[in-house]
């Protein structure tokens, strides 16, 4: 049986898509700051004790899986 090698190109996401920050953020995953201006992956975060917000992640900090 052959197997395909798969790059990790696959850019299926549960984000809404890539966009740069309009404001410093705070990545929900590494806690690091994204500085204003910087390319990253907005989506909405949801939160245990309150309703979804919109967040911004670093670009590498997103599985192609839809993790977070
Ligand atoms: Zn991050």
Redo the contacts with the bound molecule.
């Keep these: 049986m052959a197997t395909r090698e798969t790059d990790a190109a696959d850019t299926v996401d549960t984000y809404e898509y890539a966009t740069y920050a309009p404001t410093p953020e705070i ?1 929900p ?2 806690c ?1 700051p994204i500085p204003a201006g910087q390319l990253t992956r907005r989506g909405m975060f949801a939160r245990q004790d309150g309703p979804a917000v919109v967040a911004y ?2 670009t590498r ?1 997103v599985r192609a899986d839809g993790s977070r």
């Design positions: 990545c995953s590494c690091m992640w670093h900090c």
